[in-house]
């Protein structure tokens, strides 16, 4: 079952803007973690963010976490044409399962 | 960092035939993989977790018995799609659990 929402479905912007993609979840979590995801190919891991953290950074992305509103925004600034792909939250649950639960993803594209 | 990999990559099979998919981590042992089905322009649905040496836990939803998995050894999880139908037809991506969890690059599975 999907844990949530992420929104915008769709973002396309130009090169050098930042980009925001929201994620909302519904049940406790252990850690949230963003991935993005090439057109037809796996994933990639971008960034952990633990349930007693509220901000993350690493390199041009920076993530936030409101436990109290289960809502998680990824933003990615100075955006480049390489960046266009897709974009999923997954939370893993308090539980020590391993289980990652995704949103619907939010499909990015960099203009040149 | 730690790499899993997939086979095959894609694979076209009649209906009605099974189809067996790999999946490898390289250099890491995983005693927990999880296997996830993506249809076309859709989020990763979670299918099961595969345990290594016992049973797989199936989500709601999923038939066991049409999707076999086996976890036979630390380093390899199979899936198998029995008797598959043109439905079945979707991206197929396993990951394996090594602190965060790593994706293989998926597998395109097409039934005619």
């Known amino acids: 079952s999907q844990q949530g929402e992420e929104d915008p479905q769709a973002l396309s912007i130009q090169e050098g803007e930042n980009a925001t993609m929201n994620c909302s979840y519904k049940?406790?979590?252990?850690?949230l973690q963003w991935y993005r995801q090439n057109s037809g190919r796996g994933l990639v891991h971008l960034i952990l963010?633990?349930?007693?953290?509220r901000e993350k950074h690493s390199g041009r992305l920076r993530v936030t976490l409101d436990t109290s509103k289960k809502s998680s925004s990824l933003l990615i600034t100075a955006s480049r044409a390489a960046d266009t792909a897709s974009y999923f939250c997954?939370?893993?649950?308090?539980?020590?399962?391993?289980?990652?639960?995704f949103g619907q993803g939010t499909t990015l594209q960099v203009k040149p | 960092g730690a790499v899993v990999s997939q086979h095959p990559s894609w694979v076209i099979c009649k209906s009605g035939t099974s189809v067996k998919i790999e999946c490898r981590s390289l250099?890491?042992?995983?005693?927990?993989m999880f296997w996830y089905r993506q249809f076309p322009k859709q989020s990763l649905m979670l299918m099961a977790t595969?345990?290594?040496?016992?049973?797989?836990?199936?989500e709601q939803g999923v038939e066991k018995d049409k999707f076999l998995i086996n976890h036979a050894s630390l380093t390899l999880s199979t899936l198998t799609v029995t008797s598959a139908h043109p439905e079945d037809s979707s991206f197929y991506i396993c990951?394996?659990?090594?602190?965060?969890?790593?994706f293989g690059p998926g597998t395109r599975l097409t039934v005619t």
């Open positions: 990951s394996a659990r090594g602190g965060v969890q790593y």
């Open positions: 049940t406790s979590i252990n850690n």
């Open positions: 963010i633990r349930s007693n953290e």
């Open positions: 997954a939370t893993a649950g308090s539980g020590n399962t391993g289980k990652l639960i």
């Open positions: 250099d890491f042992q995983a005693t927990t």
């Open positions: 595969s345990n290594e040496g016992s049973k797989a836990t199936y």
